[in-house]
């Protein structure tokens, strides 16, 4: 998707109201693709598989939640996974323990890795992008993507293959 507005400031984005919300980069708010029934189903499992989880791994699942990149960057990604221990933010500025990110068909890849790359400048630990249609999972370091199959959890010994998660999918 394009960028829908010219120039505006962090004060005027934190006060603009837009469903689904929208990113904020450099000035520019950012539309984002959501809606679809395949990314709306990801979203929950996601969100529900680790919500579920959420004592017994020390962490919070939060779908959509603002993430603070950097001084003039506000991110929204699809899942976050958040430590307890974190101090609760309304805005989120201290780097979550991982993000996901599901496809939707409008997504390009030159807007996909500018995000990822945001997520990584901040210190997340797991980066994933998610394929719905063809359950294909892809983790982002050092600038790359790459095929991945399991998801680890930063800083602990949880693991879990994304094939466990795919099957919780009607």
């Not at 430590?83 to 807007?111: C, G, H, K, W, Y």
């Amino acid at each position: 998707m394009a960028a829908i507005a010219p120039l505006i400031s962090v004060l005027e984005y934190l006060r603009t109201a837009s469903e689904p919300d929208c990113e904020f980069v450099a000035g520019v708010l950012e539309g984002r693709s959501v809606g679809e029934y395949d990314h709306s189903t990801w979203q929950m499992i996601l969100a529900g598989y680790f919500l579920a989880r959420e004592k017994e791994l020390g962490i919070l699942s939060r779908p959509e939640l603002r993430v603070q990149t950097g001084p003039d960057n506000f991110r929204i990604p699809d899942v976050a996974l958040l430590s307890r221990n974190a101090p609760r933010e309304q805005i989120i500025t201290n780097p979550p323990l991982a993000v996901f990110e599901i496809l939707s068909p409008e997504d390009t890849m030159t807007r996909m890795l500018d995000k990822l790359a945001d997520y990584e400048a901040m210190g997340i630990g797991a980066i994933w992008v998610i394929e719905p249609t063809k359950q294909l999972y892809f983790h982002y370091r050092n600038g790359q993507l790459a095929p991945g199959s399991v998801f680890e959890l930063p800083g602990s010994p949880f693991s879990v293959p994304f094939a466990e998660i795919a099957a919780l999918v009607d």
